[in-house]
């Protein structure tokens, strides 16, 4: 079950800010945000493992909501580098924790000067 | 080297060509992943390998067919394919195959069948 990834596509100004949010219909083990810059590998952003977990490093944060069925990747004062598609990975809560990771379509963001 | 290496980076193969793609992690993990990226798709799993053991299969058809003959290599060999199996193909490490690890992800092999 594929997690639904919204907006499709963001087009920032710098120093502008942005949401993506990251919707499953089931309960999560965890959520993974990625970012891959056009012919690039997608390169690790952070993980969110509790509800109501918030984290972030730089200007980039992330929450999980307390039932673990949404999460939103929070960009702000947008920079140029910032620019790529945005992934996130998800396990649904059932059984035991495995290693399979499913992703969403991705956000495609895009900040001009 | 450091991180996780592809290659080739680029492949062109016919139908009937048999080819493999080779990954190597330098980060000492225990799990490795291949996926699928098409145009306009979200990334596919394809295999999971959790020391050295295949822990997922991902419905993919037996003209993909993975190897992992120790926990720093991933190789996937390919044969009869198909123009749609063109695609970026992803490999992928993690400490231990577990969705709490992060993934970290090679260049890719960019892929086209005639």
């Known amino acids: 079950q594929q997690p639904v990834q919204s907006p499709q596509a963001v087009i920032l100004r710098e120093g502008e800010d942005a949401v993506i949010n990251c919707s499953s219909s089931?309960?999560?083990?965890?959520v993974h945000w990625y970012r891959q810059k056009h012919g690039e590998a997608p390169v690790f952003l952070m993980i969110?493992?509790?509800?109501?977990e918030q984290k972030g490093h730089d200007k980039i944060s992330a929450s999980f909501n307390e039932k673990k069925q949404q999460s939103s990747l929070y960009l702000t004062a947008s920079q140029l580098s910032y620019s790529g598609t945005y992934f996130c990975?998800?396990?649904?809560?059932?059984?035991?924790?495995?290693?399979?990771?499913?992703f969403g379509t991705g956000t495609r963001l895009q900040v001009f000067p | 080297e450091t991180g996780v290496t592809q290659t080739p980076r680029h492949l062109v193969m016919g139908m009937t060509n048999k080819k493999s793609l080779k990954c190597e992690q330098h980060?000492?993990?225990?799990?490795m992943y291949w996926y699928k990226q098409s145009a306009k798709k979200p990334l596919e799993l394809m295999f999971v390998?959790?020391?050295?053991?295949?822990?997922e299969n991902n419905s993919v058809p037996s003209r993909f067919s993975p190897e992992c003959p120790n926990s720093s290599h991933l190789f996937l060999h390919l044969h009869t394919l198909q123009p749609e199996d063109s695609a970026l193909y992803l490999c992928?490490?993690?400490?231990?195959?577990?969705?709490?690890?992060?993934?970290?992800f090679g260049p890719g092999t960019r892929l086209t069948v005639l």
């Open positions: 992928a490490s993690s400490l231990s195959g577990s969705s709490y690890n992060e993934q970290f």
């Open positions: 089931k309960a999560l083990y965890s």
């Open positions: 969110l493992l509790k509800g109501g």
């Open positions: 990975g998800t396990e649904i809560m059932e059984g035991h924790n495995t290693d399979k990771l499913i």
């Open positions: 980060l000492g993990h225990n799990a």
């Open positions: 390998y959790n020391f050295k053991e295949q822990t």
